[in-house]
């Protein structure tokens, strides 16, 4: 069956870290991104990395967290440090899904919540 489960997520103060992961079943991940939604908020793009390991990230998390792949594990991460109130959010990893080396889909997690407390 093909799934994506994010896991990870918690409670933090703020200045702390967490890595959140995500790991797909039932396909390879081709490319994956981390989207975040707030209360009240519309969900807004994080970070994404491409099947060759190139990177990109809002410029709100820009040099405090870390988008990376584990091709062995199938699993896809995202290192949060210095986290902010700000970055209280449930976070979702979307992951995509090719065939005869074209995408097809995109996947998407249950998604996790972070809450950063001060």
């Known amino acids: 069956q093909v799934q994506v489960a994010e896991s990870g997520g918690g409670l933090v103060q703020a200045g702390g870290s967490l890595r959140l992961s995500c790991t797909a079943s039932?396909?390879?991940?081709?490319?994956a991104g981390w989207y975040r939604q707030a209360p009240g908020n519309r969900r807004e793009w994080v970070a994404s990395i491409t099947s060759g390991g190139a990177t990109n990230y809002d410029d709100s998390v820009k040099g405090r967290f870390t988008i990376s792949g584990d091709n062995a594990k199938n699993t896809v991460y995202l290192q949060m440090n210095s986290l902010e109130r700000e970055d209280t959010a449930v976070y979702y990893c979307?992951?995509?899904?090719?065939?005869?080396?074209?995408?097809?889909?995109?996947?998407w997690g249950q998604g996790t919540q972070v809450t950063v407390s001060s």
């Open positions: 039932g396909f390879r991940i081709t490319g």
């Open positions: 979307k992951a995509g899904r090719s065939r005869l080396g074209r995408p097809i889909e995109d996947v």
